[in-house]
């Protein structure tokens, strides 16, 4: 009996944490969007956080650079290219 109570009292307590915790983002995963979606914006921000994450890989290995220039997005592959650490490619 008291381990149903247990049991029942730690689900609702772990139903709370993680509906009630905020998503941390995912700036790797943002940054692959934003270069593939022509989000300049969103792009800026994440470069202003961490240049590292220009470096990120895809699908197919392809880094946000790749992405931009497959879809002509002259913006996006502008601000990457004045942000990208060549040495780590």
């Known amino acids: 009996m008291m381990k149903n109570k247990f049991v029942s009292l730690f689900l609702v307590v772990l139903s709370l944490t993680t509906t009630a915790m905020p ?5 790797s995963q943002d940054i692959i969007n934003a270069a593939a979606t022509g989000n300049v914006e969103q792009l800026q921000k994440i470069i202003a956080i961490d240049k590292k994450y220009t470096n990120t890989r895809a699908h197919h290995n392809w880094t946000p650079l790749h992405l931009a220039a497959h879809k002509d997005y002259d913006e996006i592959v502008e601000e990457l290219l004045g942000s990208v650490d060549f040495s780590k490619m």
């Open 23 to 27: 998503k941390a983002p995912n700036l």
